[in-house]
């Protein structure tokens, strides 16, 4: 089978409940602010499945979001380009091993009229949380 690869945000890290509520993100039931999406994306995340709005992250595992929310592949779908019926009977599809996990994106080439450097996005309504890894760590 051949490898894909995809360029996502870490949203969630091992031990964390994201929910998707209301078009928005919770991390441990504190919503976050994604100042990186455009106007089109920002308060509009959907579940692909009704009923699968939770997620709690396995240990050595993550969840991910891309930033064009409306037909992104991420866990959402299990990385799916469709409805996966297995995806919805098997939430632990919808994570990502540490080690799969290649490295950081920093820089967006592509259209060229977008060049720029990718900043590191940082929720501080999550700062008082007690957490023994950091998104920068990963």
């Avoid at 396995?58 to 064009?68: I, K, S, T, V």
């Avoid at 098997?90 to 259209?111: C, E, L, T």
């Amino acid at each position: 089978e051949e490898e894909k690869y995809f360029i996502k945000r870490i949203i969630g890290i091992p031990g964390d409940k994201i929910e998707i509520k209301d078009g928005n993100v919770f991390v441990n039931d504190i919503q976050i602010e994604e100042d990186y999406l455009n106007g089109e994306n920002k308060g509009n995340t959907k579940t692909y499945f009704s009923s699968f709005s939770e997620f709690l992250v396995p240990e050595d595992q993550y969840f991910l979001l891309g930033d064009n929310r409306n037909s992104s592949t991420d866990s959402r779908s299990c990385f799916g380009h469709t409805i996966d019926i297995e995806c919805k009977n098997n939430p632990q599809k919808a994570f990502i091993k540490s080690a799969d996990i290649r490295g950081k994106a920093w820089f967006v080439w592509w259209p060229l009229s977008n060049i720029r450097l990718i900043g590191t996005a940082d929720y501080p309504e999550l700062k008082n949380q007690e957490s023994s890894e950091s998104l920068e760590e990963k």
